[in-house]
């Protein structure tokens, strides 16, 4: 019996050094406790007022709960049933009205907050950015700029931005923990969000509604530049969007025709191709491949060897590229810069 006890203890003080270490995990710039903006400031607000009037509601009855468990315990001696209670007008009506105040404690700042956010839901001032996801990739168009691009999100900082987000098939949910949100994507229809970075940086955006295989795949960038850094950035994405590059040589060039033949009826490059797959305009200088690996020559090989492995149930098929094909095509996409 007493080695059993020792096994589970050991077991149980694992479990737990685990879950202390696994606190440690996560992303930078991921977390809604570390905001980055003004949405986000407001929303940890809400989550820390009600958090600690929680707990401290918890405490306080937890501590009245062992007292009384201690305190009129059965003793020695005693027997039979303790002298019976029934019914007390002011003990009744003060657990009443705690629990109604601490309600008006917490709804005040939601609602007001709640107001203050959504009268910015039509700012025209604002940057455009209509978002729409897919199974299980983002895409991101910006209306008065001319520019479609799709994973990596380029916002200015210190500037607000307008997001209309919708979704191309199921419900999808538009999130940047460190900048406020989420929101649901939902086919058929548009919901909008305002969101701002204070700092230039990155961060990163998650799909939030389980959405098929591949939902904790369905990674994004956000890089917010310096409102100038963003203009520039803009300019040239419209440029390369109105005629992207039609040159490449070498290798790149045997990739370019690879590209034309099994590629361009899903994938644009500029405003020229389909639009089932992810715009590649500005490929060459995204920082992740399929939004969650290194964008590097092994990595995209890996994903355009068998694409379904990196990423299960998403819609790109298996071309069964040959290597020398793949390579060709790597170099191309790499090729494929806007900015630098
Ligand atoms: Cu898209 Cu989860």
């Not at 949910?173 to 701002?196: C, H, S, V, Y």
Request: proline share 5%; glycine share 8%; with cysteine.
């Amino acid at each position: 019996m007493k080695s059993r006890w020792q096994l589970n203890w050991r077991l149980l003080s694992m479990v737990m050094a685990l879950a202390l270490v696994l606190t440690g995990c996560g992303r930078e710039n991921l977390s809604a406790l570390v905001p980055k903006g003004p949405v986000a400031e407001q929303q940890l607000f809400l989550m820390v007022l009600t958090s600690a009037i929680m707990i401290g509601v918890f405490l306080i009855v937890m501590i009245i709960f062992a007292y009384v468990l201690i305190r009129y315990r059965q003793r020695p001696g005693q027997t039979g049933i303790p002298k019976q209670v029934e019914g007390n007008h002011k003990l009744e009506i003060l657990w009443t009205v705690i629990p109604f105040l601490l309600l008006i404690v917490m709804a005040v700042p939601t609602v007001a907050i709640a107001f203050d956010l959504a009268k910015e839901y039509n700012n025209k001032e604002a940057v455009q950015v209509n978002v729409t996801a897919h199974q299980f990739w983002w895409e991101f168009e910006y209306p008065d700029l001319g520019v479609r691009t799709a994973q990596e999100l380029v916002i200015p900082a210190g500037k607000k931005v307008q997001f209309h987000v919708t979704s191309a098939d199921v419900i999808h949910a538009f999130w940047i923990p460190a900048l406020g949100g989420k929101i649901d994507t939902n086919p058929g229809l548009t919901n909008k969000i305002w969101l701002e970075a204070k700092e230039p940086g990155t961060y990163y955006g998650k799909c939030a509604e389980l959405c098929g295989a591949s939902h904790a795949l369905m990674d994004f960038k956000v890089q917010a530049l310096e409102a100038s850094a963003f203009d520039d950035w803009a300019k040239k994405m419209k440029a390369a969007t109105e005629a992207p590059a039609a040159t490449a040589t070498g290798t790149a060039a045997q990739g370019r025709e690879i590209f034309q033949k099994s590629c361009i009826g899903c994938h644009a490059i500029g405003s020229e191709g389909g639009k089932l797959g992810p715009n590649l305009t500005n490929f060459g200088e995204r920082k992740l491949v399929a939004g969650i690996k290194p964008n590097d020559a092994q990595h995209l090989a890996e994903w355009l060897k068998n694409p379904q492995e990196v990423k299960p149930g998403n819609t790109m098929p298996n071309l069964n590229l040959q290597d020398d094909q793949v390579s060709a095509l790597v170099e191309y996409l790499h090729s494929l810069k806007v900015t630098q």
